[in-house]
């Protein structure tokens, strides 16, 4: 008899270590890929929702992630590579994030993060501190340029939050942690 719950270790623990760092490639490499992801993603947002390219010029800095997530039954795991750009000093500070959640779903997606700090205080408190915790629900059958995902636009404090679905089927309701941190080979 299969164990769900060997399956879903093993899944986790391959998503954990896949996204410690964010393949191959040395440091320069590595961080022109990520500055790569963060045009496309920021090319993306602005089509969609045009208003954002000036509120990103206008912040003080934003960050830009790219996640992958999968959700078997009651839990849910992902990780994922990305960049905060500080503005005002020109600088950026590469990241990678990891999240666990408990609730109910199944699905795998690939989706995209961009915040955008309304002041230095938030932002450095992201780099320095990086813990947000919340709920998430949402519904996503997308693959290329078909299909539709519902996407989220959230406000924490100082920090509005845009998230799209790249490609991947997913239905779920969960409580999760997500955890950024510096990523010490490319800073």
């Not at 490499?29 to 010029?57: F, G």
């Not at 590469?94 to 779903?105: I, Q, R, S, T």
């Not at 938030?122 to 780099?127: H, T």
Request: proline share 1%.
């Amino acid at each position: 008899m299969i164990n769900v719950k060997h399956i879903l270790a093993g899944c986790i623990a391959v998503m954990l270590s896949a996204c410690a760092s964010m393949g191959d490639g040395d440091k320069v490499q590595k961080q022109r890929a990520i500055l790569d992801m963060k045009s496309e993603v920021l090319t993306q947002l602005y089509s969609k929702k045009p208003d954002t390219r000036s509120q990103i010029a206008a912040a003080p800095g934003y960050a830009v992630f790219s996640n992958a997530n999968v959700n078997l039954l009651f839990v849910s795991a992902g990780t994922g590579y990305g960049v905060v750009h500080d503005n005002t000093a020109g600088s950026n500070t590469y990241m990678n994030m990891a999240e666990g959640g408990v609730g109910l779903g199944i699905g795998v997606k690939d989706y995209r993060i961009v915040m955008v700090f309304h002041t230095a205080e938030a932002m450095n408190k992201f780099v320095t501190s990086g813990w947000t915790f919340g709920g998430n629900a949402d519904a996503a059958a997308k693959a290329a340029k078909k299909g539709a995902s519902v996407e989220g636009e959230a406000y924490y404090g100082d920090v509005t939050v845009y998230t799209f679905t790249e490609s991947g089927l997913a239905l779920q309701a969960t409580v999760k942690g997500t955890k950024f941190w510096k990523d010490k080979e490319l800073n």
